[in-house]
T-cell receptor, first 110, second 109 residues
């Protein structure tokens, strides 16, 4: 069965304290892996696409990486405005749909 | 550019009532999706339409029907609402680098 697991469920950081969020996947064939940010009361917002092991993408304080079994979202020197739920999703080869993980709730305190 | 527009934003239904959630996108995307989001469960796919004229079941289709009215519009219908369908519903367009609507918070009492 295709599965996407995110950890930790929740993460509390101090402003400036770097950390990483994990997304591990077990799928029959990976077309792509996607990271989203979701603020309370809003729909998810696309952040990154990763297609192959070794690929990295960066945007401001966020960097996403991909291996054959998992992806990491690294947050460097976070700010309170980075507080949100971060969702990981995979697209399976041959399918026009995504399978989402349950997300990591990130809280960054000043 | 409005993106993905969902209506209504909030709705309270009584058990057994029916309703249709509307979704429209103005980005000319082929594929559209309906998800529900429950605490601790993440986003679960209800139905999707890979292209105009096609619809397919997702992970949790029971109790729902969909209509791809045209390339822009994809509606979700609850024929006989149940308390288990209390959730936040999201419409999205384009697989992968998807665009999401603002959500519909539905409560069934």
């Amino acid at each position: 069965e295709d599965q996407v697991t995110q950890s930790p469920e929740a993460l509390r950081l101090q402003e400036g304290e770097s950390s990483s969020l994990n997304c591990s996947y077990t799928v029959s064939g990976l077309r792509g892996l996607f990271w989203y940010r979701q603020d309370p009361g809003k729909g998810p917002e696309f952040l990154f696409t990763l297609y192959s092991a070794g690929e990295e993408k960066e945007k401001e304080r966020l960097k996403a990486t991909l291996t054959k079994k998992e992806s990491f979202l690294h947050i460097t020197a976070p700010k309170p405005e980075d507080s949100a739920t971060y969702l990981c999703a995979v697209q399976l080869t041959g399918f026009q749909k995504l399978v989402f993980g349950t997300g990591t709730r990130l809280l960054v305190s000043p | 550019n409005a993106g993905v527009t969902q209506t209504p934003k909030f709705q309270v239904l009584k058990t057994g009532q029916s309703m249709t959630l509307q979704c429209a996108q103005d980005m000319n995307h082929n594929s559209m999706y309906w998800y529900r989001q429950d605490p601790g469960m993440g986003l679960r796919l209800i139905y999707y339409s890979a292209s105009e004229g096609t619809t397919d079941k997702g992970e949790v289709p029971n109790g729902y029907n969909v209509s791809r009215l045209n390339k822009r519009e994809f509606s979700l219908r609850l024929e006989s609402a149940a308390p288990s369908q209390t959730s936040v519903y999201f419409c999205a367009s384009k697989v992968g680098e998807a665009f999401f609507g603002q959500g519909t918070r539905l409560t069934v009492v």
